[in-house]
C-alpha cells in the first residue's frame, strides 16, 4: 500500500511540477526581425551590366569585356553585344509577365530574367532566325559599380 501511496505521490509531483510550455506567446528578448524588404526587380535592374558570359545554342563564346546592357531610368535601354547583330541596340524597355521578362521595344523581343541577384544577372532570349530555327542565347550579366 505505502508503494501505490508513493507512485501516486510521484505522478502527482510529476504533473504539477512540469512547466507549461504551450505559452503561443513567449517573450523573447531579441525576436527575428520580419521587417525584411526586396528591392524590386525594376529598380534592380537599373544600371549598366557588363556582360561578363553568353551561350548560343549551348555553345559557350567569350564577351569581348567591352559588352555591356544599360537600362535606365526613364525606360530607355542600350546593348553592346556583337553576337546579338539583329537585336535593336537602343530602345525602350518594360517589365512583363510579374516582372520576369523584359519586353523590348513594345514586345518586339522579350528577354527572361533566369536569375537576378544584386550584383548579376542572367537573361535569356529565344529568337528564331531567318531559317525557323529557334536559336537560343543565355547572357551572363555583371552590375557594374
Known amino acids: 500500500m505505502k508503494k501505490i501511496l508513493c507512485l501516486w505521490g510521484a505522478l502527482i509531483v510529476l504533473l504539477f511540477a512540469c512547466k507549461d510550455d504551450d505559452n503561443p506567446n513567449p517573450t523573447d528578448p531579441n525576436p527575428p526581425d520580419t521587417t525584411t524588404t526586396e528591392t524590386p526587380v525594376r529598380d534592380q535592374l537599373i544600371g549598366t551590366w557588363s556582360i561578363t558570359g553568353l551561350e548560343i545554342d549551348g555553345e559557350s563564346r567569350t564577351p569581348n569585356g567591352q559588352d555591356q546592357a544599360t537600362f535606365n ?43 537576378l541577384g544584386d550584383d548579376d544577372m542572367t537573361l535569356t532570349l529565344q529568337y528564331e532566325n531567318f531559317k525557323a530555327n529557334t536559336i537560343i542565347y543565355v547572357m551572363t550579366l555583371e552590375k557594374e559599380t
Open 73 to 115: 531610368e526613364d525606360d530607355t535601354y542600350s546593348i553592346t553585344l556583337p553576337e546579338l547583330s539583329f537585336f535593336p541596340t537602343d530602345g525602350k524597355w518594360q517589365l512583363t509577365d510579374n516582372d520576369t521578362n523584359i519586353s523590348i521595344n513594345d514586345g518586339e523581343y522579350s528577354l527572361a530574367i533566369t536569375e
